[in-house]
């Protein structure tokens, strides 16, 4: 990828691949922008703005070829570069997000998972085994992972970071309620399901005060 | 609230309101624009851009007072509404919804839980019996909530969604890996956790690329 692509496309590129990924599966080989427009509630122009970014794969008339443009998507997410995870935390939600996710066509593979309550602790969670968080170090330093998903109570959210990156781990995804500050040199994407229903909250009572409802 | 508030404002107004709760929560009373800024990572100005949407709370030299911006956050969110919502999907992921998430301090009281399978219904989910779907819509018409969370199958997304909608249903939370497209006079919020990893994987090949690593 030669060119800069601003921060507002690339947040909506996960949204473009998983649609192509859904039409190629449906054995859909083109489609034009009007109806790539249509199923994603997004404007033609927009996706013609949008893709055009990476030098444009739609052709007057013909559309894009759903197979080319998904796998360019692929690569300019880097989904293809077989990335690896560890997860720490063995609860619900780790249990939930490791079992419900296809890890592997989003990017990263997950090699391993850790708890610190010995009572998870050799239990399988989605065929991997969960370890001790105690081996976590050793398990990095051999293993390399690029990325730790934290599913760990609020308050031990910025100790096992801090422990982490110390045994070279720069990219972190966060479900912990305790938000991740920005670190030099480390990635860091907060997930807050709540507030999903506080935006839901707020477009209901202004529908509400519209006299829509 | 009479001024029309920007969407991207709008977006950005939970996380606000979480770290005010948290500032609340430990007794801080008032807080500066630089040191709520240097906590959220967002610049000063842009804070006092975003808050003085409403009017500006802050006072120069004294700074934001806490509890006040928390309340007037809540009161615009629609936090303190009283809204109801109903799950449908009692597998792992609304499982882990229902038990993890503050609900109503986000704005909802989570009022009934519906599952098909006959395995789960009758279990108790955080204190909320399991219900079978076939009372889902008796439910709605006798309970009016505002709002259903979908944990379901995809193929499953589409059809409960219409026969919500029937039963009164004007707002979605969508877990499913199906979109709900956006309809007229309906409320959607699509969830896909598996954008937050394809946006890591961009990010940590970016780095890659820029020889970072």
Redesign the interface.
Known sequence: ?EKKVSGSV??R???Y???LTDLYDSGIERISSKELSR?M?VTASQIRQDLNCFGGFGQQGYGYNVEFLKTEIAN????N?G?TAVMVGAG??G???A?????ES???KLIGIFDSDPAVVGSDIHGIKVSAYSEIGDFIKENKP??AILTVPKEATKSVAEELIGYGI??F?NFSYS?L??ME?I?V?N???????????????????SG??
């Open positions: 990828m690339i947040n590129l996960p949204r691949y998983r649609h199923r509630d300019i997410l880097g989904l570069r990335y619900n939600m249990r939930t997000f079992t419900n996710t296809k890890f989003r990017g990263f690029c990325m720069k990219a995804m938000e500050r920005q040199g990635i994407e997930v807050h399901l709540g507030d999903s229903l506080m935006r839901l909250s707020y477009k209901i009572s202004e529908k509400d005060e829509e409802r």
